[in-house]
């Protein structure tokens, strides 16, 4: 069975920076492609940044520049470096894997994803 584990969320001001883990365990099929979600409240679950095992990676235009995402394979933890907040970007932050590898195009969409971790908070205040 699949599990993700987040860690590392908190509270920050403006310009600060986190480090977000997901510790994931299970089926070796995890990785073909993991991702980092976000959910303020009142909004749609969105896709962060993604990254396939051959590396490849895709951050959502608001993040970019400012987010990276990064994995371990030998550790199976999946990481992802927060830089330059923002108050927008306060949200519960969701680690997710897939059990494939999607077209680029696809890599941030919520329906390419099939496990889910129950999520670590940032906030960010001004």
């Known amino acids: 069975q699949v599990q993700l584990v987040e860690s590392g969320g908190g509270s920050v001001q403006a310009g600060g920076s986190l480090r977000l883990s997901c510790a994931a365990s299970?089926?070796?099929?995890?990785?073909?492609?993991l991702g980092w979600f976000r959910q303020a409240p009142g909004k749609e679950r969105e896709g962060v940044a993604a990254i396939n095992n051959f590396g490849r990676t895709k951050y959502a235009d608001p993040v970019k520049g400012r987010f990276t995402i990064s994995r371990d394979s030998a550790k199976n933890t999946l990481y992802l470096q927060l830089n330059s907040l923002e108050p927008e970007d306060t949200a519960m932050y969701y680690c997710a894997a897939a059990g494939k590898r999607s077209l680029e195009a696809l890599m941030l969409l919520r329906s390419e994803y099939s496990h889910w971790g129950q999520g670590t908070q940032v906030t960010v205040s001004s």
């Open positions: 299970g089926y070796t099929y995890i990785n073909y492609q």
